[in-house]
T-cell receptor, first 114, second 111 residues
């Protein structure tokens, strides 16, 4: 069974640009969530999608957005990039999206903003 | 506001000895906790969980203890092996798939 696939794995952008990251969940998983990992901050929740609907959103500015397609694949977009957006962006999928379950993470997309 | 805290950024342990990783939380409504393990250049992988109705859960070399009155949980690895060297995150679920994660503890097991 294929795991969670994230593309691209690495990317470099400059301030002011925008970026789109992609996530393909494990087959059959309907919930996709996104996290930002930065040194010293752990994993910060960005948002979660379940059956194409955003169910939860973390405390991030509106420059961070996402969507989920009918095949459960998800994208997140960051517009007007800032230096502080440099981070590892992790996607995680889950079958039910409920509590008391575990998340299956992809390897992440490492974004560097210059 | 960090609802799940790991106050030790790093820990070094000799191979064969016990590793104890600690985690504190602030919200007494949390009823489920998870530990994830992360190797460099890989995503976190689920390690072990515990429900608040229990105070201990064991899986092979890994045991998680929960002290609800102290809002504290710990992960014990016995015996520690070099392959256990990784960053360990504790986490608690909010709603849906929103989880609060700690900042992680980097464990180094010295051969």
């Amino acid at each position: 069974k294929a795991g969670v696939t994230q593309t691209p794995r690495y990317l470099i952008k400059t301030r002011g640009q925008q970026v789109t990251l992609s996530c393909s969940p494990i087959s059959g998983h309907r919930s996709v969530s996104w996290y930002q990992q930065t040194p010293g901050q752990g994993l910060q929740f960005l948002f979660e999608y379940f059956s194409e609907t955003q169910r939860n959103k973390g405390n991030f500015p509106g420059r961070f957005s996402g969507r989920q397609f009918s095949n459960s694949r998800s994208e997140m977009n960051v517009s007007t990039l800032e230096l502080g957006d440099s981070a590892l962006y992790l996607c995680a999928s889950s079958f039910t999206g409920g509590a008391n379950g575990e998340l299956f993470f992809g390897e992440g997309s490492r974004l560097t903003v210059l | 506001d960090q609802q799940v805290k790991q106050n030790s950024p790093s820990l070094s342990v000799q191979e064969g000895r016990i590793s104890i990783l600690n985690c504190d939380y602030t919200n007494s409504m949390f009823d489920y906790f998870l530990w994830y393990k992360k190797y460099p250049a890989e995503g976190p992988t689920f390690l072990i969980s515990i429900s608040s109705i229990k105070d201990k859960n064991e899986d092979g070399r890994f045991t998680v203890f929960l002290n609800k009155s102290a809002k504290h949980l710990s992960l014990h690895i016995v015996p520690s092996q070099p392959g256990d060297s990784a960053v360990y995150f504790c986490a608690a679920p909010a709603t849906g798939n929103q989880f609060y994660f700690g900042t992680g503890t980097s464990l180094t097991v010295i051969p």
